[in-house]
């Protein structure tokens, strides 16, 4: 049996559904950025020789950074996708909204802790 005219527009699947999609896309996206600057904030300082540009150390011999200073950059991402992935464990159907979250949380984390990263280890000189 065919449906008969056109479908009756609905606020919950035509408004609300595609508003709340985009806010939890970027939400995650925006929550990815906050997490990297709150690691960056809370990571250990390095030795202060670090903060010379890695071309112009001219043979420093400089201890590697502390294993705090990894686990701190790390543990936003791993927490993420153990949460996810308990998500797309037992959510059934709705296993794809748990790995979009994942996704973009990483795209809007990782760029930026590698910037960071590559800031404190690499040095930086504004000059």
């Keep these: 049996m065919m ?4 479908p009756k527009f609905s ?3 035509e408004v609300i559904g595609p508003l709340a999609a ?3 896309v ?3 996206l925006v929550l990815g950025f906050y997490a990297a600057r709150w690691a960056g904030g809370l990571a250990p300082d390095l030795d202060p020789g670090y903060a010379v540009p890695s071309h112009l150390r001219r043979g420093a011999d400089l201890p590697p950074p502390p294993t705090s200073y990894w686990v701190t950059w790390c543990a936003p991402p791993i927490v993420v996708a153990l949460l996810g992935g308990a998500g797309m464990l037992f959510a059934g159907r709705m296993r794809w909204i ?3 979250g994942v996704l ?3 795209v809007g984390y990782v760029p930026f802790a ?3 990263v590559s800031l404190d280890i690499g040095g930086f000189a504004p000059t």
């Design 104 to 106: 973009t949380f990483l």
């Design 11 to 13: 606020w919950r699947s």
């Design 114 to 116: 590698v910037f960071f």
């Design 22 to 24: 985009s806010a939890a």
């Design 98 to 100: 748990a790995f979009v």
């Design 3 to 6: 449906a008969s005219g056109t």
């Design 26 to 28: 970027l939400g995650t």
